[in-house]
C-alpha cells in the first residue's frame, strides 16, 4: 500500500483509509485519534475518541465527560481496523503523544502533533520513534526560531519583579500546558510565594497538581484584590475588563512568537518571554537527521523553511497544508 | 555588552516614560565606567562611530546561510539586524564589554570592517547581536530622547537637570567627569565654546487668576507658535538650541550664517517671509533635517524673533531685572535682517490685554506672554515671574470611529480614541487622543467601546459611529502623510457629547476651512 493511501488530508483531517480513523480532525467524526488536549487539535462531538488517558481527562474536564460517544485510553499497541497503532510521550503538554501508524502492509508514518525537545516539568519528555515518514509540524519552521533556555528568560521575569515591586506583572500564557509549564519555570527559579491564576486556568491547574506536579501555592485572580505580584492568565483575558482591576501593571507574554520584536509590539507586551512549547528550528532539524526518514510530511506552520532545509538536505517533504490548526496560540 | 542589550531591550518594550527612567537610572547605578559613559552616548546619539551598511551585513549573511532561507527569516523578521541577530550561528556568549564593540567600530578599518564585525558576533549571544549591531547600523529606536537620559541623570545624585544641561554640551563620551560630578566630585570645568544655557519657562494663566496681579509691573509680548530657540555667538563659535538643549543647527545653516553678534540671545525660531511670519507647518518641514536643500532655504527662510538677552558682548545680563535686559536689547544691532526684537504690547489693564489677544495681528500668535518688569533671568519653570495666556483652543465635534487599549496605568482601558469627521456621507478618521478626560470619563469610554465594537484588530477595536466627542486642538497642519490631509496639533478631547447625534457632527471642510 502506498503511503498516501495509508493517511491524507481530507477536509475534516488526516484520515487513514484502512484503519478507517481520523487523526485530529476538525469536524466531528465517527473515529477520532488524537494527540493532545490543545482546543485546536481536541474537539467534542466525536462517535469515538483514542487518545492518551490524560488527554481524555483534560477533554472531559474542558468539555465535560459526554465529549464523545465513546472513548479508549491508548495504552500499548492497539488494533485498529488493518492497523496498529501506538501513542508515544510528545513532550509538548501533559498527556501529549505521536501516534504512530503501523498498516499490515506498508511504511510505518509516525504523527507527531506539537511536540517539544525542551525539558518540560509538566510533560513525559519527547521519545524518538523510528519511522518511514516522520509527519511534522513547522510551527517555527525558520532558522530565527532559536528558543533560549527558559531559565534566562524567568531570570528577566525576576529582574523585572525587581526592578519594578510594585507593579503587578501579568503574564500571559495558554491555560493548558503553557500556564502550569510557567508556574513550574518559577518556582525552579525561586519564586516560591502565592502565584495568582485566572479563573479559566483553575480547572486545569487542579489537574496537573492531580497528577502529581506541584505548582505550589496558588491564590484566584478574581478578586479585587490580588495578593501576590505574578499574576498568570490566558492571552483573552487581556481584552477583557478583568485587567483594569490592577494598578499600572507589566504585561508580559510567554510564547515562541516573542522572539520576534515586531510580533511583542503588536501584542504591546511590555515583557516578552520567549518560552514555547513547540519544537524550535534546530530540534525540528535535529530530530529529521536523527530519526532519517525517507519521506516528511509537514502539517502546519512555516511549511516554506522546513521545506527549503529537506531540499537542500536530499530529504524528500511535502506539505499536507492541513486548515484549521492554530501556530502556537497567540 | 549584556547589560547594554538587556537595557535596550527593556528601553525599547517599555512605553511608559517613568519607568523607562528607572530602567535607565539603574543601568547607570549599576554599570561600571566607561561602559555607562558608551551606553549614554549611544543612546541620545552622542557617538560617532563608523556607520555600518545593510549591504555588509547583507553580505556577511549569504557567506553563512542559504539565500532563500534568509529570505523568508527576513521577510517574516522584518527588520535586517534582527534577523541576522537572530540567524548568526554560534555557540558562544561572551559578556563582551561595551567598550571593546564602540573601539572595534570607531577604529576599524574600511577594508578590515567585514571580518572584524563577523569576528564580534560570533564572540556574542542573540541579544548582545541585536545590541551591536544596532551599534553598528546606528538605529537605536529605543524612544528615549537625550533630555530624558538626563533627567535620569540627574535623579543619580545632587546635580540636577538644569546644571547638567549648563555643562552637557562641553562633554564627550564617556563622559568620567560628569559621572564623577554626580557621584560627589567636583563640577567639570565647561571647556566648550557657546554652552547650552538653562531656559526660562513660564506657567499658565488666565483672566481671573490675573485679577490678583498688578498690570503696571509687567509688560506683555504676543507668544508666537514657532520653536523656543537659544541663538549663541561666542567668539565666532555658533549654535542653535532647542529650549531642551538640544543642538538643532544643521537644520538651520541659514540662521546659523546671520548669528552675526556676540552673545547667547533667547527667542523665537520662525519661518518668516520679509514681515510675514508663516504658519507652524512651514517651519515644520524645516525640522529634523540633516541636509537643507538651497530650494527649501529660499522658500522656507528660517529667522529669529528675540525675546530676552542672556549674556551680551561679554556680559552675563540674566542677574539683572527685565525691564534693564530689554532696554540692552532694544538699542542691540543684530547685524541681519533674519533677526528682529519681539515688540511689546501696550496695555492698562487686564482688559486691555484680553482685547488684544482676543484678535492678534496674525494667525502664527498663539497667545500673549506676560512677564514681571523685576523678573531675573533663571532657568527652569519658577512660578510667577512669567506667565503664558494662550489663545483659547480650536475645537470640533467628531466622531468616535477607533479605540485602542492603553499600556501601564491604563493597561485594560480603551483610552486611544481615533476620531471622524463627515465627508459627504462617509466618516473620514481626521486624528487621535488619549487624554483630555478624566478617569471616570475614561471608564465610561471603556465601556462604550465593549459595548459598541464592530470589529477587532489586536489591540485596536473599530466601534459603532454613536458618540460625538468634542476634540479641542491647537492648529491644524496639511498633511500628506494623514488620509483626510490635515493633522492636528495637541487633539484632546475636551468634552464628551453623549447627548449629541452624531448626523449633527462637524464636516471635514470645516476643519479644512481652518487651516491658515
Not at chain 2, 547667547?264 to 541636509?291: M, N, P
Not at chain 2, 556680559?315 to 542691540?332: E, I, N
Not at chain 2, 470611529?401 to 483610552?415: E, I
Not at chain 2, 493633522?487 to 457629547?497: E, L, Q, V
Request: hydrophobic fraction near 40%.
Amino acid at each position: 500500500m502506498r503511503a498516501d493511501q495509508i493517511l491524507h488530508p481530507t477536509p475534516a483531517g488526516l484520515y487513514c483509509p484502512p484503519g478507517d480513523f481520523y487523526i485530529d480532525p476538525i469536524r466531528p467524526v465517527p473515529r477520532a485519534l488524537i494527540t493532545h488536549g490543545h482546543g485546536d487539535h481536541a474537539r467534542s462531538g466525536h462517535g469515538a475518541v483514542m487518545a492518551t488517558r490524560q488527554t481524555l481527562e483534560i477533554m472531559a474536564i474542558r468539555y465535560g465527560t459526554d465529549f464523545a460517544g465513546q472513548t479508549q485510553a491508548a495504552d500499548g499497541p492497539l488494533r485498529v481496523g488493518d492497523t496498529t497503532v501506538s501513542f508515544h510521550p510528545a513532550g509538548h503538554i501533559l498527556g501529549s503523544a505521536q501516534i504512530a501508524v503501523q498498516p499490515d502492509h506498508g511504511p510505518r508514518i509516525v504523527v507527531s502533533g506539537d511536540y517539544c525537545r525542551h525539558p518540560n516539568p509538566v510533560s513525559a519528555a519527547y521519545e524518538p520513534v523510528a519511522c518511514d515518514i516522520f509527519v511534522t509540524e513547522a510551527t517555527f519552521g525558520l532558522p530565527v526560531f532559536k528558543h533560549p533556555d527558559p531559565a534566562g528568560e524567568m531570570t528577566r521575569l525576576i529582574a523585572s519583579m525587581a526592578e519594578f515591586p510594585e507593579r503587578p506583572h501579568l503574564i500571559g500564557a495558554y491555560a493548558l500546558g503553557k500556564a502550569q509549564r510557567l508556574i513550574m519555570l518559577a518556582r525552579q527559579a525561586g519564586i516560591d510565594g502565592p502565584i495568582a491564576i485566572h479563573g479559566a486556568l483553575q480547572r486545569l491547574c487542579d489537574y496537573h497538581v492531580e497528577q502529581g506536579i506541584d505548582l505550589g501555592p496558588l491564590v484566584p485572580a478574581t478578586a479585587k484584590q490580588v495578593e501576590a505580584q505574578l499574576v498568570i492568565a490566558p492571552p483573552s483575558a487581556f481584552a477583557s475588563a478583568w485587567v483594569q482591576r490592577f494598578r499600572d501593571p507589566v504585561i508580559g507574554f510567554a510564547s515562541g512568537w516573542m522572539t520576534v520584536r515586531a510580533r511583542a509590539r503588536q501584542r504591546g507586551v511590555e515583557l516578552p518571554l520567549v518560552i514555547s512549547d513547540h519544537v524550535d528550528w534546530p530540534q525540528v532539524t535535529r530530530t529529521i537527521t536523527e530519526l532519517a526518514p525517507s519521506e516528511v510530511w509537514i502539517t502546519h506552520g512555516a511549511e516554506d523553511g522546513l521545506m527549503r532545509w529537506c531540499e537542500l538536505e536530499g530529504i524528500p517533504a511535502r506539505p499536507l497544508r492541513l486548515v484549521g490548526y492554530e501556530d502556537e496560540p497567540e | 555588552m549584556r547589560a547594554f542589550s538587556t537595557l535596550l531591550e527593556r528601553l525599547a518594550f517599555t512605553p511608559a516614560r517613568n519607568a523607562k527612567l528607572r530602567i535607565l537610572r539603574h543601568y547607570l547605578e549599576q554599570t561600571p565606567d566607561p561602559d555607562r559613559g558608551f551606553a549614554l552616548a549611544a543612546l541620545t546619539g552622542g557617538l560617532k562611530l563608523r556607520t555600518v551598511t545593510p549591504g555588509l551585513l547583507r553580505g556577511l549573511m549569504v557567506e553563512r546561510v542559504d539565500e532563500q532561507l534568509f529570505a523568508l527569516s527576513y521577510d517574516f523578521v522584518g527588520d535586517l539586524a534582527e534577523t541576522i541577530a537572530l540567524l548568526w550561528d554560534t555557540d558562544r556568549d561572551e559578556d563582551v564589554p561595551l567598550h571593546q564593540a564602540v573601539a572595534l567600530l570607531s577604529d576599524t578599518g574600511k577594508a578590515g570592517l567585514p571580518t572584524a564585525i563577523a569576528g564580534m558576533l560570533d564572540r556574542l549571544g542573540a541579544s548582545q547581536r541585536l545590541a551591536f549591531l544596532k551599534l553598528a547600523t546606528g538605529n537605536m529606536r529605543i524612544g528615549l530622547s537625550a533630555r530624558m537620559a538626563r533627567i535620569a541623570l540627574a535623579e543619580m545624585g545632587d546635580p540636577d537637570v538644569a546644571q547638567i544641561e549648563e555643562i552637557w554640551h562641553g562633554l564627550t563620551p564617556p563622559y568620567q567627569p560628569l559621572f564623577d560630578w554626580i557621584a560627589g566630585g567636583p563640577r567639570p570645568e565647561q571647556a566648550a565654546k557657546a554652552p547650552f544655557r538653562p531656559v526660562m519657562l513660564s506657567t499658565p494663566v488666565d483672566l481671573d487668576q490675573l485679577q490678583a496681579f498688578r498690570p503696571e509691573d509687567y509688560v506683555a509680548e504676543w507668544k508666537w507658535d514657532g520653536i523656543r530657540v537659544q541663538a549663541i555667538n561666542d567668539g565666532g563659535v555658533r549654535r542653535l538650541y532647542s529650549r531642551t538643549g538640544e543642538d538643532i543647527g544643521t537644520s538651520f545653516p541659514d540662521l546659523i550664517e546671520a548669528l552675526n553678534f556676540d552673545g547667547t540671545v533667547d527667542g523665537e525660531l520662525l519661518v518668516r517671509r520679509g514681515d510675514d511670519v508663516a504658519v507652524f507647518g512651514d517651519l515644520q518641514k524645516r525640522l529634523g533635517r540633516k541636509q537643507v536643500g538651497r530650494g527649501m532655504l529660499d522658500s522656507h527662510p528660517a529667522s529669529l524673533r528675540v525675546y530676552d538677552l542672556m549674556i551680551w558682548q561679554g556680559r552675563d545680563l540674566r542677574d539683572l531685572p527685565l525691564t534693564q535686559r530689554r532696554a540692552v536689547l532694544d538699542g542691540a544691532d543684530f547685524g541681519s535682517d533674519r533677526i528682529d526684537v519681539s515688540p511689546l504690547l501696550p496695555f492698562a489693564t487686564w482688559d486691555d490685554l484680553a482685547a488684544l489677544r482676543a484678535d492678534p495681528p496674525a494667525a502664527v500668535i498663539e497667545g500673549v506672554m506676560i512677564k514681571r518688569r523685576d523678573s531675573v533671568y533663571v532657568g527652569g519653570r519658577p512660578r510667577g515671574p512669567w506667565f503664558k495666556w494662550k489663545r483659547d483652543p480650536h475645537v470640533v465635534d467628531a466622531v468616535l470611529l477607533y479605540a485602542q487599549r492603553g499600556h501601564g496605568k491604563r493597561s485594560g482601558f480603551y483610552s486611544d480614541f481615533t476620531f471622524g469627521l463627515w465627508d459627504a456621507d462617509q466618516l473620514v478618521p481626521v486624528g487621535k487622543a488619549y487624554f483630555g478626560f478624566t478617569d471616570e470619563e475614561l471608564r465610561e469610554l471603556d465601556r462604550f467601546v465593549r459595548n459598541n465594537t464592530i470589529e477587532r484588530f489586536g489591540p485596536v477595536r473599530s466601534v459603532a459611529p454613536k458618540l460625538v466627542l468634542e476634540v479641542a486642538f491647537e492648529g491644524l497642519n496639511a498633511s500628506g502623510r494623514h488620509k483626510a490631509g490635515v493633522a492636528m496639533r495637541f487633539p484632546r478631547i475636551s468634552r464628551i457629547r453623549w447627548d449629541k447625534p452624531v448626523a449633527e457632527a462637524d464636516h471635514l471642510s470645516t476643519l479644512k476651512a481652518m487651516i491658515a
